[in-house]
């Protein structure tokens, strides 16, 4: 997980239209039925799970992010679905803040994003994305990775969630829960540069087996490539939820990619990167705080969180 605000990424040339957060948005890519179950012969290995939700869920966390049921579980598919969710899943950590439990079920982190409007953090984004992967057909293995600081030392294990997407044509890094990151999914066997709206990506080999995802020459986190279960993630989740050292109940933020580069509200600071080009504002109101999380990233707060102590 990261909570870099300012990603300057610029929106690549896809089949799916966005709108903003609450707006409706339409996308157009191949539409019809795919199984809502993995094979029936498939088995699966640790951290790989057949499908979890129901075809109504499926369908309503589509609506949610723009996207169309692709007929088939293609990487062209997984490329749309990534893009969308990133467009629509605002990456935020607002229920440090506002004291709410944070539950790592496939049926909670799915109602939070569709049912509350929310988003989270990678836990919770990266697992509802994983969920709806599974339930489109797709092979999908959870990741446990630690993060570089600033310094360019690790955090703690289990520190960040990532997803392996396995497709007929490919397997994929796909990762919707770290902020300001490759707007679409990498390719797992390419050892060279791949470039992205979000910049230019390398995955390259580290030591036991592990695997650095390093952006614009700067390693990112470090990838542990055995399969994991979701509630291996607990721990970390208690982490940054509860620990005076994590960056997290140090920061407030809420961020979206956009069409044309990312909107971040930091505490009280709006950010917004459009076309190359960045302004910020600050925020003096509580009212004018509710208007912004409702107007870019379409959540409604009965309270507002709570601004973390310098």
Known sequence: ????????ATAATDTAAATTATGTATATTATGTVADTAPADATPAPGVTADVLEPGRVDAYLRHIGAERPMEPTAQALRSLHRRHLLSVPFENLSIHLGEDIVLTDEALVAKIVDRHRGGFCYELNGAFAALLRSLGYRVTLLQARVYDEHGELGIPYDHLALRVDTADGVWLADVGFGAHSLYPLAFDEPGDQ???????????????DLDIIQNGRPEYRLDQRPRELAEFRVGAWYHRSSPDSHFTRSLVCSRSTEDGRVTLSGRKLKIAAGGERRSVVLETEDERRAAYREHFGIVLDRLPDLPKR
């Not at 997980?1 to 300057?8: H, L, T, Y």
């Open 195 to 209: 470039k992205d709206p979000g910049g230019v990506f390398r995955i390259a080999q580290a030591s036991n087996g």
């Open 1 to 8: 997980m990261d909570a870099k605000q300012a990603g300057d």
